[in-house]
């Protein structure tokens, strides 16, 4: 069994960051998004990832070949992004119709990772959410087992969101799904969807159970990844963690990375800071602060601030990207 991993999104809503930093390498409870979704995969045995890559996909080789070096890694890279649906079919030759784990690249669950690859049929990850306008909508029968799905509905049916989590075991009708959508022209809000291809193979007879997952992760909005982080720190034992730094108060949970220099300041709480970052006469809570970056006289709430970053003088809330220099005082 393969993993598909698309990560080639523009990260149009974490914008300034997205610009340098693919947003699945955003920093969050000490770990990336990236990281998280690997690791979960290869607890329940699969070693073959293929990264469908794009704007900054070096960034995601050079991030996988130094923290994964034992993983089976491939890398396909899709320079006009038209979707998901595109993303995956982009993959076809590698998968070579064997069966596939499909997780987007900003999905975050908590799930039986070993149930849902286990499971005897195709599966769709699901989460019940108040307004699913926004995603993609499941409609279930009395079975468990999903009857249509459609991509973002005006008028939802269900109020069962897709996550961003499949296990297909039927690929090669999937990417013939794909393909036949493209040729067609087939769109959903302007994209190429892997909502409509699933859509197709239900339509086809192939059997999708729903899988419910225990949390689902928001992590492609600055408000939500803040949540995220909160809601991680204290999953992964953040408030375990013991700091000690000159003149300075940790208020847990707080996940700070290697070789930072802190002196004369308040961290905390819900803070992940990143690697050989320096803060000095700074507070710091409820933010997230990237790697190399230096503050200085910062007072931050409720912000991301990107890497190798320089900040002086005083602030309430920020978001501001990677490599830049302010100077507030």
Known sequence: MKAIIPVAGAGTKLRPHSYTQPKALMPLAGKTVLSIIIDQLREGGINEFVFIVGYLGDKIF???????????????????????????????????????????????????????????????????????????VAEVDENGVIEHVVEKPHIPKSNMALVGLYKIKESEQMFSCIENNILQGLRSHGEFSLTDALD???????KFDAFKVDTWFDCGRKETMLESNATLLKKFGADKMEYQFENTVIIKPVSIGEGCVIKNSIIGPNVT????????????????????????????EQSIIGSDTALRGESRTLNIGDNTSIDLG
């Not at 979707?83 to 799930?111: F, P, R, S």
């Open 62 to 136: 050079d991030y996988v070949q130094a923290k994964y070096p034992d993983i089976q890694a491939h890398y396909v890279h899709q320079p006009d992004r038209q979707g998901v649906g595109h993303a995956i079919q982009m993959a076809k030759n590698i998968v070579n119709n064997d069966e596939v784990v499909v997780v987007l690249g900003d999905t975050i669950c908590e799930y039986d990772v070993q149930a849902f690859i286990h499971n005897p049929n195709s599966v769709i990850g699901l989460r019940k959410v108040d307004d699913p306008r926004e995603f993609g």
């Open 273 to 300: 800071i990143g690697d050989h970052t320096q803060l000095d006469y700074s507070i710091i809570k409820h933010s997230i602060v990237g790697n190399y970056s230096n503050l200085y006289d910062i007072v931050l």
């Open 200 to 206: 197709c193979m239900i339509r086809a007879g192939v």
